[in-house]
């Protein structure tokens, strides 16, 4: 990869951040309750936050353009097409799934411009 088309990728790495740190925020300001998080196996909680923060950023940003993405999350099953919308076992509150299909959205624009080699 050359340096200009890494640049490029961490400018657009960094706009889908932004992107996603409003509905992060809803999730935990929603004060995250036992059906909206589990705890693994290594007793560290997983939250609704975690698996969609990592399916965004692999299948909707990433994975097309740099191949596999390695993340703490890999394991879990995202389901943001269809509702109801889950993340693993958890079932992603309705008031959620307007914010997340906009996202969804927003996330496409941002990995438009992205143009390296796939």
Not at 22 to 30: A, E, F, G, K, N
Not at 64 to 87: C, R
Request: proline content about 4%.
């Amino acid at each position: 990869m050359a340096k200009g088309e890494l640049r490029q990728l961490l400018r657009i790495c960094r706009r889908a951040c932004d992107e996603l740190a409003p509905i992060v925020r809803l999730i935990y300001m929603r004060q995250v309750s036992s059906d909206e998080s589990t705890k693994k196996a290594d007793k560290s909680h997983f939250t609704m936050a975690d698996g969609l923060v990592q399916h965004l950023l692999q299948d909707h940003l990433l994975r097309k353009h740099v191949g596999d993405v390695v993340g703490e999350e890999d394991d879990t099953s995202v389901n943001i097409m269809t509702t109801p919308y889950t993340v693993g076992d958890l079932q992603v509150p309705s008031i959620l799934w307007g914010s997340l299909d906009t996202l969804v959205e927003k996330m496409k624009e941002t990995h438009n411009p992205l143009s390296l080699p796939g």
